[in-house]
């Protein structure tokens, strides 16, 4: 039965044995018959029957053991093209909407001048969305927060520690320290307590994702209340909104190309990175694939390029901004 191992994985996407069977361009007829003789060699029901297929303990078993196979006929069809030397393949990687922004633009010239026959597809989701699909084995590389739940069937490492930094107009700074200005930039370039920032304005993420849960835990234990004006999940627009003076915000290593990009834009007014006083706020990027998943050359290419892109996060400057 493990020759049509691709009928289970799609009774368990559709939940549904018509719509599996207008997936897989077979009959109602020949889809149903196949869960039933497999039931009946193995004796035991891999799903439950009710107004959809519901996968059963067994169920969920067998699936994530034909999932494996899946995986294994990829990675040897993989390797048989290298072994052929062909620069032809498929990739597909993906990373939460904030980073996508900042890293698909660097990252997909790069790959396409070393591989122009090679197609990487990239896409954006949340952290567990993205997990999900490694398990599913619709995407092969995501680069995650840390927040990402460990599973006996991903492979997860660390591959770079970002810090968190205050971000702030010239302008914001002369209307609520007036009476420090401009004195008040150098002291915050040692370090800005964040205390004295309760009456700024702040456009932050919203509070189901890393980057607010993580700034939430540190302001409770500090007993700090900012003043949050606006929720978002586009980390690119506080830092929009911050240059024009709409309200501060924050951001991790990763983002301030992003920060510099918008200050060569400006004129009369520049957005400054400063370091919280006090706080060791960081957040590890990891690198999520499937366990066991074997990569073809380009697929190694392509962690080392990702991997040499995240570097360089690692040690900006601040004056340089």
């Avoid at 009774?11 to 196949?34: G, V």
């Avoid at 920032?197 to 702040?202: A, G, L, N, Y």
């Amino acid at each position: 039965m493990l020759n049509n191992y691709n009928y289970f994985i799609a009774l368990a996407e559709e939940e549904n044995i018509s719509k599996a069977a207008e997936k897989l361009f077979i009959s109602h007829q020949c889809l149903s018959k196949y869960l039933k003789n497999l039931e009946q060699e193995y004796h035991i029901d891999f799903f439950n029957r009710s107004k959809k297929l519901v996968l059963t303990p067994a169920g969920k078993a067998y699936l994530d053991m034909v999932r494996q196979i899946q995986i294994l006929e990829d990675d040897l069809s993989g390797q048989l093209d290298d072994i052929r030397q062909q620069k032809r393949g498929y990739l597909r990687f993906g990373t939460t909407e904030g980073r996508y922004r900042s890293l698909v633009p660097e990252l997909l010239p790069k790959f396409k001048q070393m591989y122009p026959d090679v197609t990487l597809e990239v896409r954006y989701a949340t952290t567990d969305g993205l997990s999900e699909m490694i398990l599913e084995n619709s995407l092969d590389i995501a680069l995650l927060n840390q927040s990402v739940k460990p599973h006996n069937q991903l492979d997860i490492r660390p591959i770079l520690e970002e810090k968190m930094f205050l971000v702030i107009s010239d302008n914001l700074l002369k209307t609520y320290f007036p009476d420090r200005w401009p004195a008040c930039k150098a002291e915050f370039a040692c370090g800005a307590d964040l205390r004295e920032f309760v009456r700024v304005p702040f456009a932050l993420s919203k509070r189901t994702m890393n980057a607010r849960e993580t700034l939430e835990k540190y302001l409770q234990i500090k007993q700090i209340k900012l003043n949050v004006i606006c929720e978002m999940t586009q980390s690119d627009l506080h830092f929009m909104l911050s240059s024009h003076d709409y309200a501060a915000s924050v951001c991790w290593s990763m983002y301030i190309p992003v920060i510099r990009k918008e200050n060569a834009a400006l004129t009369n007014n520049r957005l400054n990175v400063f370091p919280i006083k006090d706080a060791n706020i960081t957040n590890h990027l990891m690198m999520v694939t499937r366990k066991g998943k074997i990569f073809q050359k380009y697929g190694r290419d392509f962690i080392r390029l990702i991997q040499q892109t995240c570097e360089q996060y690692s040690g900006y400057d601040l004056s340089t901004i």
